[in-house]
């Protein structure tokens, strides 16, 4: 910061105790200038965007390429000081309707301001190795003869569980493997799955139903994994990496028996939803059920699955007070970019989740026949 602007913040109100937003949630907060001495500036705004980005490098011989992708979601700019106003812009006011004045006084000064998240479809945040998916705001000076002076903070978005486009996420799964044992391992194993549905809440428990056979002459246990995979997408090519999310091992299924297992499998509460609306990263996951067997390969099936975020309240449309913002001065409602949201419904914690043809935010599951 130069000698006379002291500091530049933009900051926001939280609305529930996780600090998350979803489609439709009005966002308050303010941007804070302080200033040393009398300042003249020619622009001061605040933008709301959203975006995705892929980069990652690859050697090819003697060549670095850089691959590189990138969307945008939203992007919205206002005003609070603008010197040349051509009328196309949204310039924001103070509470009695008055502009700001483009010279301010020695010390502190706040600018309120109010967006709302476009009720569309959008992926929820989301970091990984190589991609990223943010929400954020900029606040950002302007001066002549001087280089602008910027500010932003991130957005966390979880997109809702919208998901009536598709009603494959409640088509029950059901698959069978055999394999017959070599070398130190004689006889046959088989076994065969059902998962009751495709689409899981965080936390919800997710119950596999298994029948085994083992036909072979040593015994052998069944094991869980739930993994997720990342693929990154840009230039026409992608990079992919997997990981495991959690792992379960069953009871032990003794020689020549035959024993049926219902597990039940708890979906971390803290796992990232799953994300196929993205033109750039997707983010998935499988369900691994294999068997144990020493001294041969492990016979195994995959489920895909999807999980959801959690429903929660939707935002409360703000008022126009300025004490909402906690600072001096107010602004007058921009003109909404996006419909005001509607009335928000009673929940019950107790209550099952909600029928998932109330929703509509994934696509179809055709990517999900390919196993991997």
């Known amino acids: 910061m130069s000698s006379t602007v002291k500091s530049l913040k933009v900051t926001y109100n939280s609305i529930n105790v996780n600090n998350t937003f979803t489609n439709g949630d009005y966002l308050l907060g303010h941007v804070t200038l302080e200033v040393a001495k009398d300042c ?24 670095t390429v850089v ?7 939203f ?28 010279v301010v006084a020695p010390g502190r000064h706040v600018y309120p301001f109010t967006f709302q998240f476009p009720d569309k479809c959008m992926p929820s945040s989301f970091k990984g190795s190589v991609g990223k998916i943010v929400y954020l705001l900029e606040a950002k000076l302007g001066r002549s003869m001087r280089v ?44 065969e799955a059902k998962l009751e549905k495709t689409g899981f809440f965080q936390g919800e428990g997710l119950k596999v139903v298994a ?3 083992n036909n072979s002459s040593r015994e052998i246990k069944p094991k869980y994994t739930i993994y997720t995979k990342h693929s990154f997408f840009a230039n026409g090519r992608r990079r992919l990496s997997t990981k495991d999310l959690l792992k379960e091992v069953g009871d032990s299924i003794a020689p020549s028996s035959k024993e ?23 983010v998935e996951y499988r369900l691994r059920v294999y068997l144990d067997v020493k001294y041969a390969s492990d016979p195994e099936i995959k489920f895909p699955i999807v999980i959801l975020p959690n429903p929660r309240f939707p935002a409360v449309a ?5 004490s909402d913002f906690g600072a001096v001065g107010g602004t007058n409602p921009p003109p909404w970019d996006f419909a005001p949201p509607q009335p928000p419904v009673a929940f019950n914690p107790l209550a099952p989740p909600p029928s998932y043809g ?15």
């Open 40 to 63: 003249q500036i020619d622009t001061l705004s605040i933008k709301f965007k959203g975006k995705s980005e892929v980069l990652w490098t690859e050697r090819h011989g003697q060549t």
């Open 67 to 73: 691959y590189h992708s990138k969307d945008k979601y």
């Open 75 to 102: 992007s919205i700019k206002h005003y609070f000081i603008r010197s040349k106003d051509d009328g196309s812009e949204t310039i924001l006011t103070q509470e009695n309707g008055q502009p700001y004045n483009s």
């Open 148 to 191: 602008d002076q910027k500010d932003s903070t991130k957005l966390h978005f979880v997109a809702k569980p919208d998901l009536s486009s598709d009603q494959g996420v409640m088509s029950p799964q059901n698959r069978h493997t055999e394999k017959k044992m070599k070398v130190f391992t004689s006889g046959s194993v088989s076994m």
């Open 211 to 213: 029948s085994i056979h």
């Open 260 to 282: 049926n297992f219902t597990r039940v499998i708890n979906v971390p509460h803290d796992a990232e939803p799953s994300i196929c609306n993205c033109s750039n990263i997707k």
């Open 318 to 322: 703000p008022s126009n007070s300025a």
């Open 358 to 372: 109330e929703y509509r935010a994934y696509p179809p599951l055709n990517d999900f026949k390919t196993q991997f």
